[in-house]
T-cell receptor
Framework: GAGVSQTPSNKVTEKGKYVELRCDPI?????LYWYRQSLGQGPEFLIY????????DSGLPNDRFFAVRPEGSVSTLKIQRTERGDSAVYLC????????????FGEGSRLTVL | LAKTTQPISMDSYEGQEVNITCSHN???????ITWYQQFPSQGPRFIIQ???TKVTNEVASLFIPADRKSSTLSLPRVSLSDTAVYYC?????????????FGRGTSLIVHP
């Protein structure tokens, strides 16, 4: 596709449920980032992939959060046992370069945990 | 990691030039300065990147003084559609262990 695609655009779930958020990066982009953004705040880094491997997962808040990118393209962010505090917009970005290259963001997946 | 400081908010009027300054006193030798723009319900969008002096593109100009401890994003003749949040990021371009890190940004409101 022409840009970074994220699905679903909106997800409402109940506390304790499992959620998957998908990111389809720009074709050929090897670097992929996940960020989380709460209202009034800037995007907060979660995890960075270079190819298939998670090169830096230092931003994942706890072990309920996990992300994969098995074929070096599409990535899935997985959240187990969701909590109300997980409610936020989850942004995915891809880059043709490694760290520091221009980021191309998707429109985000808005997660609401009731 | 160089910390950045920028105003929380700014107001302007259509047709005016807007300058948003970002302070980054502990910028490292190989750090670049990058600005992103974010509209509501969208992801941030790259505006401009520079290392020193002045960079200009079709959207904005970036002024970086010789000591590189600050930078100024200049938006010429703003319109209502420039209302957005603007983020200043500082870090190594193209290598190293730099993860693009966003602060709270500057919320620019352009009035008619």
């Amino acid at each position: 596709g022409a840009g970074v695609s994220q699905t679903p655009s909106n997800k409402v779930t109940e506390k304790g449920k499992y959620v998957e958020l998908r990111c389809d990066p720009i074709s050929g982009h090897t670097a992929l980032y996940w960020y989380r953004q709460s209202l009034g705040q800037g995007p907060e880094f979660l995890i960075y992939f270079q190819g298939t491997g998670a090169a830096d997962d230092s931003g994942l808040p706890n072990d309920r959060f996990f992300a994969v990118r098995p074929e070096g393209s599409v990535s899935t962010l997985k959240i187990q046992r969701t909590e109300r505090g997980d409610s936020a917009v989850y942004l995915c970005a891809s880059s043709a370069q490694g760290l520091g290259g221009e980021l191309f963001f998707g429109e985000g997946s808005r997660l609401t945990v009731l | 990691l160089a910390k950045t400081t920028q105003p929380i908010s700014m107001d302007s009027y259509e047709g005016q030039e807007v300058n948003i300054t970002c302070s980054h006193n502990n910028i490292a030798t190989n750090d670049y300065i990058t600005w992103y723009q974010q509209f509501p319900s969208q992801g941030p969008r790259f505006i401009i990147q520079g290392y020193k002096t002045k960079v200009t593109n079709e959207v904005a100009s970036l002024f970086i003084p010789a000591d590189r401890k600050s930078s100024t994003l200049s938006l010429p003749r703003v319109s209502l559609s420039d209302t957005a949040v603007y983020y200043c990021l500082v870090g190594a371009g193209g290598g190293g262990s730099y993860i693009p890190t966003f602060g709270r940004g500057t919320s620019l409101i352009v009035h008619p």
